[in-house]
């Protein structure tokens, strides 16, 4: 119960600037109708129970399932097998996952139904399947994860060259939109689980870069789509998006609907543990128990936490972008700095990692440093992502393709554990917050702006946030080497004058 009550104390820490951020806008800059505001405040507090309940969850429950599966894919040392096992979980575990249904649904009402949402749900999958598959390979195998991550962003790269600005958008979104709240946890916990059973040298190395690895499949694969069905130049549906009305009835309407998409996202996990079980596992009852009532917890926390975000959050987005955007557009990096700084800490994957940062590291990386690290990052991230949106030509590639650049060059400069935190950082930190009230702003700024489009400048954001932090841990990552260089040598120095 001390996890739980640790856990709950970080959640309301971590979700109480944001909702201030937005009263305060509310009350000064942008007017909000007061049944809105009032439909926020109880998100917000749906989100905070929620989301205290599903990291508890998450820690008893999917975390523990995760590394079970890891040893089990692990012991069989059959290449095939790690990589169809490997498959088969990170294509299931996709479908299931509530972050890429929001996104997939948006896709398909900004595009006016020319991109069916089932459409992009199962290319994504299929993404994250076959590159899921690979990262357990690499660990198996002992690859570099740098020049693993090398090649996968180069192949991104030409593929990047044949397909349109809103599809480069989608693509990449769709990577951000892919690592949230439910999948995040159980791809850490199966590349500790292959990790720690491989052993050796490099435990702590492998443990980190799987959530990058599935990042990466997502975009390839919307892009092969694109390509392979010829789709071009699809204009943005900015009446699409419709306001909620009345305080109560959006919840009463949400909330259903949360509890049975939560179902659909713990049913394939749940099924392939009690088969597993069955086969491999054979846990004893206690245990057993343990992880069963975890993955309650992780159901009523996921269903609590996305109706806050759903009905509460999103809308709210929408009209402060579109309001800012219309009355103070010269505001909108300065909020998006701020907005930025505010909202990965009320990410649920961004806890999850960063507490198993400091468990495998041995609190040698502390949380709280990798929190200030990402939390500057992703601030820096969606200032960029508004100023593209003010500025007609200014690109998503203008951005996107330094960024990544730097950061394929900063993986060959420190230590190798810095790039797999960078790259599982840049997954995590675009999860359920980004995707619902960051990038909904987005699309209500761009819907404002004359000069913007909503397929195009909506989307890309989540982008935006999942490349920031790929430079800002590494570069973290490098302030670390040069501080151990510096104290060996202290060290030396020291020994000789003795």
């Known amino acids: 119960m001390d996890i739980?009550?640790?856990?709950?104390?970080?959640?309301?820490?971590?979700?109480?600037?944001?909702?201030?951020?937005?009263?305060?806008?509310?009350?000064?800059?942008?007017?909000?109708p007061n049944e809105m505001l009032i439909r926020f405040i109880i998100g917000a507090v749906l989100l905070t129970l929620g989301l205290g309940i599903f990291l508890f969850g998450a820690t008893i429950g999917v975390s523990d399932i995760g590394n079970l599966m890891g040893e089990?894919?692990?012991?069989?040392?059959?290449?095939?097998?790690?990589?169809?096992?490997?498959?088969?979980?990170?294509?299931?575990?996709?479908?299931?996952?509530?972050?890429?249904?929001?996104?997939?649904?948006?896709?398909h009402i900004a595009s006016g139904g020319v991109v069916p949402g089932t459409l992009t749900l199962a290319v994504v999958a299929l993404g994250v399947g076959v590159m899921v598959g690979i990262g357990l390979l690499r660990i198996l195998f002992g690859k570099p994860l740098n020049k693993t991550f090398a090649v996968a962003y180069f192949l991104m790269f030409l593929l990047g060259l044949g397909v349109t600005e809103e599809f480069l958008a989608i693509s990449v979104d769709s990577s951000g939109a892919t690592t949230g709240a439910m999948t995040t946890p159980f791809i850490l916990a199966l590349g500790y689980g292959v990790s720690r059973l491989k052993g050796g040298k490099t435990v702590e190395e492998d443990s980190f870069g799987m959530v990058g690895m599935a990042s990466a499949g997502p975009i390839l694969a919307v892009m092969l789509m694109s390509l392979i069905l010829r789709l071009r130049n699809i204009q943005g549906d900015p009446e699409a998006f419709t306001?909620?009305?009345?305080?109560?009835?959006?919840y009463l309407r949400t909330l259903p609907r949360m509890a049975k998409e939560s179902v659909f996202t713990l049913l394939p996990l749940t099924v392939l543990f009690l088969i597993f079980d069955k086969v491999k596992f054979k846990l004893n009852r206690r245990h057993k128990s343990t992880i069963l009532k975890g993955l309650v917890y992780t159901y009523v926390g996921l269903t609590l936490f996305l109706t806050g975000v759903n009905a509460g959050f999103m809308e709210v987005g929408r009209v402060m972008g579109e309001g800012i955007a219309l009355n103070h557009p010269w505001l909108l990096p300065v909020l998006g700095f701020f907005l930025g700084m505010v909202v990965v800490l009320a990410e649920p994957a961004v806890h999850v990692l960063t507490i198993q940062v400091e468990e495998v590291t041995a609190g040698h990386i502390k949380r709280k440093v990798i929190l200030i690290a990402l939390s500057a990052g992703i601030a820096l991230a969606v200032s960029m992502a508004m100023l593209r949106i003010m500025i007609p030509n200014l690109r998503l590639w203008h951005i996107l393709l330094p960024g990544f650049?730097?950061?394929?060059?900063?993986?060959?400069?420190?230590?190798?554990?810095?790039?797999?935190?960078?790259?599982?950082?840049?997954g995590v930190a675009s999860g359920p917050m980004t995707a619902t009230f960051v990038l909904a702003f987005a699309q209500g700024a761009a819907n404002a702006i004359p000069t913007a489009d909503v397929m195009v400048d909506?989307?890309?954001?989540?982008?935006?946030?999942?490349?920031?932090?790929?430079v800002a841990i590494q570069l973290l990552g490098l302030i670390f080497k040069r501080k151990a260089e510096r104290e060996a040598k202290r060290e030396a120095q020291y020994s000789y004058e003795s």
């Not at 104390?9 to 909000?32: D, M, N, Q, Y």
């Not at 650049?405 to 840049?426: C, E, M, Q």
């Open 4 to 32: 739980f009550r640790k856990q709950f104390e970080e959640v309301i820490l971590s979700v109480l600037p944001i909702t201030a951020l937005v009263i305060v806008l509310s009350f000064t800059v942008v007017p909000i």
């Open 72 to 107: 089990t894919i692990a012991k069989s040392n059959n290449a095939f097998i790690v990589w169809g096992l490997g498959f088969l979980l990170g294509f299931l575990i996709t479908i299931a996952e509530p972050d890429m249904q929001i996104l997939a649904h948006q896709v």
């Open 243 to 250: 306001l909620s009305t009345g305080i109560l009835g959006p």
């Open 405 to 426: 650049a730097f950061a394929a060059f900063l993986s060959f400069r420190v230590p190798p554990i810095f790039v797999g935190i960078a790259y599982d950082s840049g």
């Open 458 to 470: 909506g989307f890309g954001v989540i982008a935006v946030v999942a490349m920031t932090p790929l």
